[in-house]
Structure formats: structure tokens, C-alpha cells
């Protein structure tokens, strides 16, 4: 696609289930980053990936979040045992190296319940 | 620790002034985004300053770098309605290639 595209564009799930948002970044763009949106944290850095490793994860809040990335593609985010402050809209970008434009998706509103 | 601080928050205008937005980043970075953000929208993006001194322009937005002073501005010409969003400032933390510290964002908007 033309874009950087994320499934599922809105989840709700039930305190203590596992959830994994999908992020599909722009062809080529070798570079994926995640970050995640809320009213009271603003925007903050999740995970960046060069390729398939994981240079920088330094922004995963705890242990019940985790990522990979396959093929230098396409990359999912796994929050574990969701609790109520993981609700949050989670966003996914991609850029053609390090120093390029950095493309967001629209985002995957997550609502833990 | 990278700290962001983008002012004013809020930004009321009327069409056909101009104003700018002050981005203060606190430790050197070689890297500064410019965003914009409508309601319930995704992140689009309007500049990447790379260098001292680095201009941008785009329409009635432009976008100057000063890295001395640590300082961005996004000025805003003639403004319209359109350009009614919040627009955030991101500087790449440094050591990181991934790490972008978002400022707060200003909320902009443009009334007849």
C-alpha cells in the first residue's frame, strides 16, 4: 500500500487477555518504529527496528509488551495481560533509514475494559 | 535526559495573521520533526530539519532550526482555517535512532 497500514484500527478487550496489533510498514522503508498516544502521557517512544533486530526497546513499559519484526516487513505489537492504563491509541511508523521522513499509520485504538 | 517543551499550548488566531511556535529541546540532538495532527487522525508529517541553520517552507508554514540555541519555530503566514490542527515538535533523542521525544503540541486555531 501507499501507506503505513495497522490492523486492528479499533480493538476493546478485557482486562487480563493478550492482544497483538499488526503494523504494515511503507515497501522498502527498512526502518519501524512504535509509539503510543494518550491523554495523559502524550506521545512516547514504544520499540524502534532496523531490519528485522531491535536496536533500541527502551520504551517498553514492562515486560508484558513485546515485538518482532519478520522478513524486514511486517511487525507485531504484543501487550500481555492488558490492564486497564495500556489504553492507549498505538501507532506505528516507518522510514527509508535513519535520517528520512518518518511515516505514521492511523493507529490502533486499543480500549482495555 | 532529552526534554522537549514546545510553547504556546494553545493558539487561538484569526485568518490572515501570523504567529510562530517556540520548540526547546534540552540536550544536543541532530535531528528535528515537524507533525501535524487533526482530531482523531494519525501524525502527518510537515518538516525534517537536519542541519543549524536548516529552513523549510511549505505553503503558509515555515520551519527554521537553530541548534546553539536548541530552538525550532514554526511560523505560520496569513493563516487560514485550515491549518486549524495541533502541531507537534519531535527531536531524536540522542545515542538513539529511534527515540523521538514529542513535545506537549500546540493547539491551533484559526477563526474567521
Known amino acids: 500500500g501507499a501507506g503505513v497500514s495497522q490492523s486492528p484500527s479499533n480493538k476493546v478487550t478485557e482486562k487480563g487477555k493478550d492482544v497483538e496489533l499488526r503494523c504494515d510498514p511503507i515497501s522498502g522503508h527498512t526502518a519501524l518504529y512504535w509509539y503510543r498516544q494518550s491523554l495523559g502521557q502524550g506521545l512516547e517512544f514504544l520499540i524502534y527496528?532496523?531490519?528485522?533486530?531491535?536496536?533500541?526497546k527502551s520504551g517498553l513499559p514492562s515486560d508484558r509488551f513485546s515485538a518482532e519484526r519478520t522478513g524486514g516487513s511486517v511487525s507485531t505489537l504484543t501487550i500481555q495481560r492488558t490492564q486497564q492504563e495500556d489504553s492507549a491509541v498505538y501507532l506505528c511508523?516507518?522510514?527509508?533509514?535513519?535520517?528520512?521522513?518518518?511515516?505514521f499509520g492511523e493507529g490502533s485504538w486499543l480500549t482495555v475494559v | 535526559e532529552l526534554k522537549v517543551e514546545q510553547n504556546p499550548l494553545f493558539l487561538s488566531m484569526q485568518e490572515g495573521k501570523n504567529y510562530t511556535i517556540y520548540c526547546n529541546y534540552s540536550?544536543?540532538?541532530?535531528?528535528l520533526y515537524w507533525y501535524r495532527q487533526d482530531p482523531g487522525k494519525s501524525l502527518e508529517s510537515l518538516f525534517v530539519l537536519l542541519s543549524n541553520g536548516a529552513v523549510k517552507q511549505e505553503g503558509r508554514l515555515m520551519a527554521s532550526l537553530d541548534t546553539k540555541a536548541r530552538l525550532s519555530t514554526l511560523h505560520i503566514t496569513a493563516a487560514v482555517h485550515d491549518l486549524s490542527a495541533t502541531y507537534f515538535c519531535a527531536v531524536m533523542a540522542g545515542g538513539s535512532q529511534g527515540n523521538l521525544i514529542f513535545g506537549k503540541g500546540t493547539k491551533l486555531s484559526v477563526k474567521p
Open positions: 511508523a516507518s522510514s527509508l533509514a535513519v535520517r528520512n521522513t518518518i511515516y
Open positions: 540536550t544536543t540532538s541532530d535531528r
Open positions: 527496528f532496523q531490519g528485522n533486530s531491535a536496536p533500541d
